[in-house]
């Protein structure tokens, strides 16, 4: 696939990198074209420095890896460039207060469903949101589910390939209106951490139903 990366932080750079390695096209994209040259030099691979117009423009899927107060601005220059129509927007932002995880939008709202509202054109998918970027960056010891939700059907099977070229499995837990729920469970896990306590421990390990058949 062809993917824009939106961001130069270590999400861009995990993803990026591992999407790369799985021969995807990539062209990255930032505010700094300092950054984004050297981050396109460090992945290697035929990985291009891009502006935001040329990362998103044709490209099968984007991923907004930017902090959730940076989206705003960033979104504004890839409208205006108009090239996002029917394009898979990826948004793994946490919109939640640091160290504590409270969600900072209003309830009944989610930071996906923002993203939405600034990119009408796009079909907005959320997921990757769950794990650090170091999840990404590292050999991980067990194959991680990446949950994610969406209402386009082609965008979220385009997002689940996605998903297990980085080397995890997809969960599809239904359309945009699940966003905010996901994006609590992110801030419950945040939570948790800073507060020193393990999340895996939080939750119980129930088995898995098998497939019916």
């Known amino acids: 696939m062809r993917i824009g990366i939106l961001g130069t932080g270590m999400m861009a750079a995990a993803l990026g990198g591992r999407w790369a390695a799985a021969g995807h096209d990539i062209a990255v994209a930032g505010r700094s074209p300092d ?67 409270l969600h900072r939008l209003p ?9 939405a509202g600034l990119a009408p054109d796009a079909h907005v998918v959320k997921a990757f949101h769950m794990f650090p970027a170091a999840h990404w960056s590292e050999p991980a010891a ?11 059907p082609d965008a979220l099977r385009v997002t689940a390939t996605l998903i297990r070229d980085a080397g995890a499995d997809p969960a599809v837990l239904g359309g945009l ?10 801030g419950f896990v945040i939570g948790l951490v800073f507060g020193g306590f393990d999340p895996r421990a939080a939750v119980p390990h129930l088995p898995v139903p098998a497939p019916a058949a």
């Open 35 to 101: 950054k984004v040259r050297a981050l396109a030099g460090e992945l290697g691979r035929g990985v291009r420095a891009a502006t935001v117009r040329e990362a998103v423009d044709g490209a099968d899927a984007v991923l907004l890896a930017v902090a959730f107060d940076g989206v705003d601005e960033i979104l504004r220059v890839a409208e205006s460039a108009g090239t996002l129509f029917g394009t898979t927007l990826i948004d793994p932002t946490n919109a939640v207060e640091h160290g504590i995880g």
């Open 107 to 115: 309830t009944g709202t989610s930071a996906a469903q923002h993203i």
């Open 142 to 152: 067990v194959r991680a589910t990446v949950p994610l939700c969406g209402d386009d």
């Open 177 to 186: 209106d699940r966003a905010r729920q996901l994006e609590e469970a992110a």
